[in-house]
Every structure is written in C-alpha cells, then in structure tokens.
C-alpha cells in the first residue's frame, strides 16, 4: 500500500538516507526540515546535524537529489518552549533532562506529527536507529552502538502506529556507504552530538545564563558543609570533576549523590554511595503492552542514552513506579527516563524522580 | 502542472529564446575592438536601442545589469552615494514600506553603514502610497534627501503605485526618484518619463532570460557611483564583460512584452477577474489582499481564514498547482510578509495568504484546475490549523 509520508529531514545522513528509502519502497514521500530557532544562527553553528541554515540546505539537496519535494516547517516556537524551557526548568528543579528525548516526544512525534496527519499524510519517518516491529512496538536497532530506542522510549503506541524508522535493520557504516552509492553528499558528515541548542556546548554556561548566579552550599552526606556552588543547576548526578571541594574529611573523592532545589543544596558522597538498586519513576507510558501490567513484572531497564541495561522487577504502586535492580548502577539521575525491555523490545518507560 | 507563480519568473518568450540561442554559439567581447568584437558590440547596441525605444527612453540612458536586484542595489547605493558626496547634507532615503528585498536591504545597510536615514513611508489597507505621504515626508526639508525610491507595482499584493503623482512632487523637489518597474514592464504602460529618473527592469520577470536586467538612467540625473568597478563597461556606471546572448534575448523579450501589452493585459485581467470570483465562490471567507481595481493584471493575492499558507502552498504543490506564499524566500523559513504588515494585515492573516500570478502561458484550463482542487485544500489546511 502506498502511504503519504513526511520525512523530517535534518541535514544528516540518516535521515536523508530513510527519506530515499521509503520514497523506493514506492510510498509518495514528502521532506521535511523542521526549524528549531527563528534565529538560525543561534543554535549550533556548522555541520552538527541539525538547527543551521546550512543544515536546511543539505537537506534540501538530499530531497533534491532523492526527487521528493521539500519543505521547512516553522517549529521554533514549540521547540522553544517544549524543548528548551523544559530543558532549564528540570535543572532549576534538580533534574536531568534528555532533550533530544523531549523533542522525539513533544516536536517531532507529535506537534509534527499532529500538523502532517491534519494534512492528509499517514506516516512521519525518522532517522533513528529503532524499530517497530509488526505488531506496532517498539524494538532496539541491529546496530547497538547507534540504537536510540531509549530517547524514543517516551512515545505511545498510536504515535508509533504513525512512525517509520527505516534505518533500525542497517548497521551506520553501511548506511554511510548507502548514502555515498546513493549519491547524497551528507554521506560524510559528522554526527550530531551533545545538545543541539547550545551553540558552544557549555551547558552549565547556558544555563547560568538563564538562571543567573544562585551560591548555595555543597554538602557532604554526613551533613557537613564542605564547600559552595554559585549554581546547583551547573551539577548532575554522578558528577565528580569541578566540585571545589579541596580536600575532603577523609581524604577521598566526592561525587554529587542528589540536588535539592528549594534549599539549593548539592549533596555529595563517597562513589559506593552512588551505587543504588531502588528507583523510583513516574509518569510511565506503556507502548509495548496492550495494557499496563498489573502483576510485578521482570524485564530490563536502561537508565540513560547508550547506558547500559539491568534487569529489575517493576511494581506498580498507583501511578507511581519501583524499579528494584538486580546489581546497583552508579549515577542515576532524576528526569532521566527508566526505559523497560523484553529483550530487544521496548515495554514501555517512566520518568526517573528517585533513586536510592 | 498548473502554473500560478509567473511573477517569480515566467516562461521564456518563443522570440527571446530564438534572439538568445543565436548569439549563445558566436564569440565576442562588445568590448574588443576587432571584427567579432564589433559584431558582438552591434547586437548589445541594437538591444540597447530596441529597449530604450520600448521603454521611451534614449540609448544612453539604459545600463545592463545581471537583473533586477543588481539594478535596485547600484541606483539605491549608487544614487545615495553620488548624492550624498555631492552635497553632505543629503542624508535621508524615502522608500515605500513594501519595497521589495532588492531596495529594502541596500537602503537599511545605508543606514547601518553610511550614515543614511532610512524613511519608511506607509501605505494604506490596499497597499497604495498617497500622493501627500510622500510630500509629508519630504517636509520642509527636501535639500536633506539623497533619493525617493517607490516599485511601479507591487510583487506581492500587486497594487500600482501612482508614480506619476510621486515623480512630479519629486521632481519639484529636485529630489531623483527610482522605481522598481520589475513586475510592471510590458503589463502597464511604463516609461522613463515625467520626473522618473531611474527605473529597475528584469529580464526573466517579462518572458526574457534569467540573469539579465537593467536600470534605465535619465539623462541629467548625476551618475551613481558603481556598486561594481572594473573595465569601466555600461559608462563607467557597471563594469563586466557585456552577456550579449542574454542581452539580445532580454531586448526581444521586452520588444514583444511591450507591443503586446495591451492585448496581454486585457486577456490577464479577464483571466484573473474570473480567478478571483471563482475562489471567492469555493471559499466564501477569503480575502483579496491589494487595491480592488488598481492592481497588476495577472495578480491575484489572498488570505485564507485559519490556514497556514505554508500549508496550502504544500498541498496545491501535491496536487500540481504551483503558487507562492509571497516573494520566493531563499532563507527557508516564513516571515510574515513586510507588505501585508504595511497595509494593516495582523501576523496571523499575513502567514495565511498566497499568491497566484498568472503570465503569457497562462489559460482558462488552469484557473479552472485551480478552482477544482482549492477547496479541498482549504478543508485540509484548516484541519492543521495556525501553528
């Protein structure tokens, strides 16, 4: 059957690559490069793989040359407020966000989504290295070092009933010799990494910048204060360089243990004390089960993008997840999503709000 | 394929392709003094005379340019320059508010680099320059003003300026005026005359070839200073080797575009007058943005109640209708339009309109094509909504 796709299309290989796939597969291919910021040169500078205007060019070419029509959707303003705000309110909360997550979530699989469905269009293709499998969940990519199922981990089982990933069964380096066979000139280009929005790749500067200097104090787990910070945000969980705090009481290393935003405190700890087994999530979407389970279940969890996994037993408690970890994982961070696995097949996820 | 955006360039003329492919294989500089010099500088001058007398100008008075936006760039900077050197105290630059790009960013990078005072005069609902705003503006001091530059017609919404008004309060001033006549010639009765004393012609804009236009240069209008220097061609006003291929194909198309005016304006303006009815009749809620009657002939410009024009410029296009949301824009992402602003249009009505312009291909079966398919695409676009 031939469908009306939209790809969105960043200037990169990948998507430029799924884009030509599904145009041969016969469907009537539309691309799509979605703008980011009102003031292109604002964001990322240079081939990074998305948000410049030379990005919109190599992904006009890359339709150009693939013989589909092209077009630049004005998304900036809920980028700028799903994605971007939402990136410097879960700091000024104490939490990590994944934006690249968020944008899958709010942006592309659903104010693109929404906007090409109203416009007659079945489907929206992606890049991504992902699968859905035919019963419409989702699964990871052949190629484990490219898999980003977890920062798609987030979206429901109507938006994959909507989703193309045509890249998920193609290793990257073959993909690259794809896109050179092809003809496509983004063949060589880097991958985009790091946060797309922040121009220089200083996080803690962007966001100092918005939230303006806020001291308060480090403060060791057992109470002790041991040092200052003129920003909490500028901390993450894990985190052991740049911590200022001398020479600790026992002479070893600190690493940050928690952030609490209403008494601005930064808790740090000795490594073990990183090391935790129960988590708890939130918020939990489940794509890969017809219904939520009702039952504890066992399965996998990946705590971060190209984390590892664990196995753990979920247990439901209202609307409210525990993850109970078969071995203890270090730096697990609050605003990360928890992403379940059944083999290679994503459950579903929850938004991490603790972990101990 | 249905073809609706002839104001962003229009089919090449059968005559101008001829003129064009019959210089495209011989050599010659106009500039070299042997024999296939001169045979190349006869057809530039020939072209020269042929434009001049359907423009109702003099030979001299015509500098080729590689086009429209050349053309705007060399009498804005060009004019302020020799202007403002002449006299200091001519600072100020009065240009209409819907100028197109071509005029509005050279006079902006006046003021941001030259010390010029950029005057951006309004327009009323219709997109029309009063007579008294211009002469407001002047004030009572016209020995500040370096130039007046005002467009014969508008690209976007097409409504025609009334430059013989605007030149004669000009010329009482002494002050030059230039108009951007890219979207007017061989449409409207256009010529060199009554206190215009520099006007930007487009060689692709008429049925010519991409890549060649032309600013017409009164005659006792001190000479701009050259945006480019070089072998000292057109007069010392713009050098480059002279492109006599697309200068021959630019003068036939111009020679036909003029003598067929009349009979090409009246044809349009039926064309589009029925365009317009029918849309209105398809989709009662929409506007028609420009001057009622006073408008290019084969203009039609409207916004759509609750719908993207982004997004009916994409579903016309996957249904073969091709049109414009506006001035083809290069850098991607959509504005909204600086003319529909001007005339009173919020932010909303302006990204929801779109242009169709019809030119010399243009046919009854195309309008009906168009009226065919526009509802449907207004349903769909109205679904997706205002972003």
């Known amino acids: 059957m031939t469908l009306r796709v939209l790809a969105a299309m960043s200037g990169g290989v990948d998507s430029a690559v799924a884009a030509a796939r599904i145009a041969e597969a016969g469907h009537d291919v539309t691309g799509v490069h979605l703008a980011l910021s009102k003031n292109p040169q604002s964001y990322r500078t240079g081939a990074r793989g998305c948000c410049t205007v030379e990005d919109s060019r190599d992904a006009r070419r890359a339709a150009d040359v693939i013989g589909i029509p092209f077009y630049i959707w004005d998304m900036a303003e809920r980028f700028h407020h799903d994605v971007v705000e939402d990136f410097v309110s879960e700091y000024a909360a104490g939490r990590t966000p994944n934006p690249c997550l968020r944008c899958n979530e709010k942006i592309k699989f659903e104010a693109v989504l929404d906007r090409a469905l109203a416009l007659g269009f079945d489907a929206v293709a992606t890049g991504h290295y992902a699968r859905v499998t035919a019963d419409g969940t989702l699964s990871r990519a052949v190629d484990p070092v490219k898999d980003q199922s977890y920062v798609l981990g987030v979206l429901t089982r109507e938006q994959l009933g909507r989703a193309m990933f045509p890249l998920g069964d193609t290793p990257k380096a073959a993909v690259r010799e794809e896109a050179a066979r092809r003809g496509l000139f983004v063949a060589d280009k880097p991958d985009s990494h790091d946060v797309c929005f922040i121009a220089d790749g200083d996080t803690r500067g962007f966001l100092r910048e918005r939230l303006g200097p806020a001291a308060g104090p480090i403060v060791d787990s057992t109470g002790e204060v041991i040092g200052s910070h003129d920003g909490a945000y500028a901390y993450t969980v894990g985190q052991r360089k740049g911590l200022g705090v001398g020479r600790t009481p026992d002479g070893r290393p600190r690493y940050v243990l928690s952030i609490e935003p209403v008494s601005n405190t930064v808790t740090v700890g000795s490594r073990e004390m990183l090391e935790v087994t129960e988590i708890t999530a939130e918020r939990p979407i489940w794509s890969g089960l017809r219904v939520p389970p009702a039952t504890p279940i066992t399965c996998g969890v990946q705590l971060r993008a190209h984390g590892e996994a664990y196995g753990c037993r979920v247990v439901l408690d209202g609307g409210r997840i525990r993850i109970a970890l078969d071995r203890s994982a270090s730096g697990v961070a609050a605003g990360q999503a928890a992403v379940f696995y059944d083999g290679d097949v994503v459950l579903g996820s929850a938004t991490i709000s603790a972990a101990t | ?387």
């Open chain 2, 1 to 387: 394929m249905v073809y609706l955006d002839h104001a962003a360039t229009t089919p090449m003329l059968a005559q101008a392709v001829e003129a064009m492919t019959a210089e495209l294989g011989q050599v010659g500089n106009a500039s070299s003094l042997h024999s296939s010099g001169r045979r190349a500088r006869r057809i530039v001058e020939e072209s020269r005379e042929t434009i001049a007398a359907a423009l109702g100008t003099r030979p001299s008075e015509v500098v080729f340019t590689s086009g429209g936006t050349e053309a705007d760039n060399l009498a804005i900077k060009g004019l302020y320059w020799s202007r403002h050197r002449a006299d200091s105290r001519r600072r100020r630059v009065l240009i209409s508010a819907i100028e197109h790009h071509a005029v509005l960013d050279p006079a902006a990078w006046l003021g941001e680099s030259a010390g010029a005072e950029v005057t951006l005069l309004d327009v009323d609902q219709h997109g029309r320059l009063d007579p008294e705003t211009l002469r407001a503006a002047i004030g009572d001091d016209p020995g500040g003003i370096a130039l007046i530059s005002v467009m014969w017609a508008n690209n976007e919404v097409g409504t025609v300026q009334p430059i013989p008004e605007l030149a004669e309060i000009a010329a009482g001033y002494g002050i030059p005026l230039h108009t951007d006549a890219v979207q007017a010639v061989g449409k409207l009765p256009i010529s060199l005359s009554g206190g215009v004393d520099a006007l930007t012609v487009s060689g692709h804009k008429l049925g010519g070839p991409l890549g060649v236009g032309a600013l017409l240069l009164a005659r006792g209008v001190a000479d701009p200073v050259p945006v480019l220097h070089g072998g000292g061609q057109e007069r010392d006003v713009r050098s480059g080797t002279l492109d006599t291929p697309a200068i021959a194909g630019f003068a036939a198309a111009v020679r036909f575009a003029v003598e067929h005016r009349e009979a090409t304006a009246a044809r349009l303006t039926a064309l589009r007058d029925d365009l317009v009815a029918r849309v209105r009749q398809a989709v009662p809620d929409v506007i028609l943005n420009g001057h009622p009657g006073d408008r290019l002939p084969g203009n039609a410009h409207f916004s759509f109640p609750g719908c993207e024009g982004d997004a009916l410029l994409m579903l016309l296009d996957a249904k073969g209708v091709e049109c414009s949301t506006g001035s083809a824009c290069s850098a991607g992402v959509a504005q909204p339009s600086h003319v529909l602003l001007a005339m009173g249009a919020d932010a909303v009505r302006a990204r929801g309109s779109l242009r169709f312009s019809l030119g010399h291909t243009s046919t009854a079966a195309d309008v009906d094509e168009l009226v065919r398919v526009i509802p449907g695409v207004v349903e769909r676009a109205r679904r997706a909504g205002v972003g």
